[in-house]
């Protein structure tokens, strides 16, 4: 994915909505670069790290690679890492940044409303322990992809559609906190944690042997044990992520079928409208058509 942002306006309908996001993004800081970029940022939102930040609103924010440090009001430092999601606070100082030597990869959902802020007062969550581990969370990646698509596409009435997608993350994640599964099987993590890293990357191809690498795990073991896993060869399973992705394009945005197909590692439209066809019996076009909103 590449680096995205976007700044809401908020009405008299999404206040009463009760749940409104005001800001959502993913942005990758790569090792050694500057952190953060404020000039891509309003000047409610920018910081530095030695005066840290006060939001107005609720933040929810996800490293899905690297690690750095956080810091809060009701915080001391503590390190980050891959995997973990953490709440800001409205009124509550806070500052973070990823690690000079490794960079981070974040998403974000800022949000408010009556409703979240009755639920914040419940003690689902807390502002002294604000870090919630989700691990590599596929479920949890799915959404914050959706969350931006959707809000990067802008259909009629997307406020409410996002509204309820940042609900489900925030269900995801207290889930998570609740019921924390052990997992005791090592080549299990190692699988699931192959998944993430494919749902990840489904803008291209992915070298399976490298990624078999960084797991790490022997190439042939890999193969064996994520076909037993989840019944698929790790390329079959990638690409259906990527035509699945692409089906979700096709009926959530207005992009071209090209740019769906770009979007989702196919630099062929031919080759991409063949795949899909013959996974989905019908040819992009005709999907798109058979599947609109207006349809």
């Avoid at 790290?49 to 933040?59: A, C, F, P, Q, T």
């Avoid at 503590?78 to 999601?85: A, D, L």
């Avoid at 259909?155 to 996002?162: F, K, N």
Wanted: include cysteine; charged fraction near 20%.
């Amino acid at each position: 994915m590449q680096n995205y942002h976007k700044y809401l306006h908020i009405g008299d309908t999404e206040e009463k909505w009760g749940l409104y996001v005001n800001t959502a993004g993913y942005t990758k800081t790569n090792p050694k670069q500057h952190y953060p970029n404020n000039s891509e940022h309003p000047t409610t939102h920018s910081f530095n790290w030695n005066k840290g930040r006060i939001l107005s609103g609720y933040y929810l924010v996800f490293i899905s690679r690297g690690q750095g440090i956080f810091e809060s009001a009701h915080t001391p430092p503590v390190t980050i890492n891959e995997g973990t999601c953490f709440f800001l606070y409205p009124g509550v100082w806070h500052r973070y940044r990823p690690d000079v030597h490794s960079g981070w990869e974040e998403y974000w959902v800022g949000f408010d409303g009556a409703y979240p802020h009755e639920l914040m007062h419940k003690g689902f969550f807390s502002v002294k322990s604000p870090f919630i581990h989700v691990g590599l969370h596929c479920d949890l990646l799915h959404l914050f992809h959706n969350l931006i698509e959707t809000i990067h596409a802008s259909s009629p009435g997307y406020h409410q559609v996002v509204a309820g997608i940042t609900l489900q993350i925030l269900g995801v994640v207290n889930a998570v906190s609740i019921h924390k599964e052990q997992d005791n099987d090592p080549a299990g993590r190692l699988i699931a944690k192959a998944q993430f890293l494919l749902q990840e990357s489904l803008e291209s191809p992915v070298d399976m042997q490298a990624l078999a690498r960084d797991i790490p795990m022997g190439y042939s073991a890999f193969r064996k044990a994520f076909k037993k896993i989840t019944g698929e060869s790790p390329n079959q399973y990638h690409l259906n992520l990527r035509l699945e992705r692409a089906k979700y394009l096709l009926t959530s945005t207005t992009l071209t079928i090209s740019e769906i197909a770009y979007q989702t590692g196919f630099d062929s439209l031919f080759y991409f409208s063949r795949l899909f066809k013959k996974k989905y019996e019908v040819p992009p076009k005709s999907y798109r058509l058979q599947n609109s909103v207006s349809h």
